[in-house]
């Protein structure tokens, strides 16, 4: 992809994004808790592809590139949500899982994955990144790629939280 400036590029970069679009899905849900933020964010995400459509290189993998961008973003949204008070308490988030533990056809692997999720999102940025990419079947090279970090890094942050997580978990299983 090179920067967007006719009508072919504007074709390409509609189905490279219908091509890819559950990263989009995936960061939005995952640093958003509330659907219009969701929006916000994803139409911030595709406007950033879109203007930084030169900043692909051609042996690049289009989704290590994308989701590049749609994390940066992501993260920034996230800090200035957060510096304007624009995030959900954590009580709302809890009342809102509590009332749904009460349901009669929950079961247990529902209720981990709630768990999981609420966990992932209260992840400081780069975790809950790395997480996403990890539950994605990222490589670590590629993971280390996407977030400029190194291999190692990844494999020992990924650990760390997959322990954090399962600690979490069986926590809320007692």
Not at 124 to 142: H, S, T, V
């Amino acid at each position: 992809m090179r920067p967007m400036d006719n009508e072919n590029d504007l074709g390409e970069f509609v189905r490279l994004m219908r091509e890819h679009k559950g990263i989009v899905y995936k960061v939005c849900n995952s640093y958003c808790s509330n659907r219009e933020d969701r929006e916000d964010l994803a139409q911030e995400i595709i406007y950033q592809l879109w203007r930084s459509g030169n900043t692909f290189r051609a042996g690049q993998k289009f989704s290590t590139w994308m989701y590049r961008v749609a994390l940066n973003v992501a993260i920034s949204f996230y800090r200035k949500r957060k510096s304007a008070n624009a995030v959900v308490s954590y009580k709302e988030h809890l009342t809102e899982i509590e009332d749904q533990d009460d349901t009669d056809y929950e079961n247990e692997l529902e209720r981990a994955r709630r768990i999981l999720q609420q966990s992932i999102h209260e992840m400081k940025e780069l975790d809950r990144a790395l997480i996403i990419l990890f539950l994605e079947a990222k490589g670590y090279r590629e993971i280390a790629e996407i977030l400029g970090i190194t291999e190692t890094n990844v494999a020992t942050k990924i650990n760390r939280i997959k322990e954090k997580l399962k600690q979490k978990i069986l926590a809320n299983n007692k």
